[in-house]
């Protein structure tokens, strides 16, 4: 299968600084990738799209502002945690979707864990 | 709006017990469903999937078939094994590779 990796593993930061988080398709191409928060004990919930050389389309609730999606080439997308919370403390994965073949799967990566103090 | 029910967990089984984790999902359209696996400290893998209303999905011993009368896609396994030890997750997604909206995950623990 597709392998997805994310960078860094988990992170602490003090609150009011900016913290980037990248996936990378590390064997396809992946001209879309998405972006999922989870919280503790639940689901995973879509923050948004992210489009190689378009902008990101973030789900009802998301702030753009604050969730900053940069998808610059066709193996990496990076989300930016600006100005960080403790509330903004969470598990953060992505996935790519792999279209090789018809086969049209996302492969998710292994998340990083973002905690603001 | 879209959404997917799973059974709450956590389950735990002994080893080679007959294993269901139920799911029942609510779509505006016909959703294609799926069935993803998460082992401790690893990503989310895809562990099967149906396009279609009756298609049966299987892998490592695992099988779903997609119920479209009773909107339902439970997991099902003859045989666990320790191994097998994990958060399921139930997902729909309404346009075959595009977004996935996740059920709860059900933690699976089975004791040797």
């Known amino acids: 299968g597709a392998v997805v990796s994310q960078h860094p593993s988990w992170v602490i930061c003090k609150s009011g600084t900016s913290v980037k988080i990248e996936c990378r398709s590390l064997?396809?191409?992946?001209?879309?990738m998405f972006w999922y928060r989870q919280f503790p004990k639940q689901s995973l919930m879509l923050m948004a799209t992210?489009?190689?050389?378009?902008?990101?389309?973030?789900e009802q609730g998301v702030e753009k502002d604050k969730f900053l999606i940069n998808h610059a080439s066709l193996t990496l997308s990076t989300l930016t945690v600006t100005s960080a919370h403790p509330e903004d403390s969470s598990f953060y994965i992505c996935?790519?979707?792999?279209?090789?073949?018809?086969?049209?799967?996302?492969?998710f990566g292994p998340g990083t864990r973002l905690t603001v103090l | 709006g879209n959404s997917v029910t799973q059974m709450e967990g956590p389950v735990t089984l002994s080893e080679e017990a007959f294993l269901t984790i139920n799911c029942t999902y609510t779509?505006?359209?016909?959703?294609?469903l799926f069935w993803y696996v998460q082992y401790p400290g690893e990503g989310l893998q895809l562990l099967l999937k149906?396009?279609?209303?009756?298609d049966k999905g299987s892998n490592k011993g695992f099988e779903a078939t997609y119920r479209k009368e009773t909107t339902s896609f439970h997991l099902e396994k003859g045989s666990v094994q320790v191994s097998d030890s994990a958060v399921y997750f139930c997902?729909?997604?309404?346009?075959?590779?595009?977004?996935?909206?996740f059920g709860a995950g059900t933690i699976l623990r089975v004791k040797s």
């Open positions: 064997d396809f191409q992946a001209t879309t």
């Open positions: 997902a729909l997604s309404l346009q075959y590779g595009n977004k996935l909206v």
């Open positions: 779509a505006t359209g016909y959703p294609s």
């Open positions: 996935s790519a979707r792999d279209s090789r073949g018809g086969t049209d799967t996302q492969y």
């Open positions: 992210s489009n190689e050389g378009s902008k990101a389309t973030y």
């Open positions: 149906a396009t279609k209303a009756d």
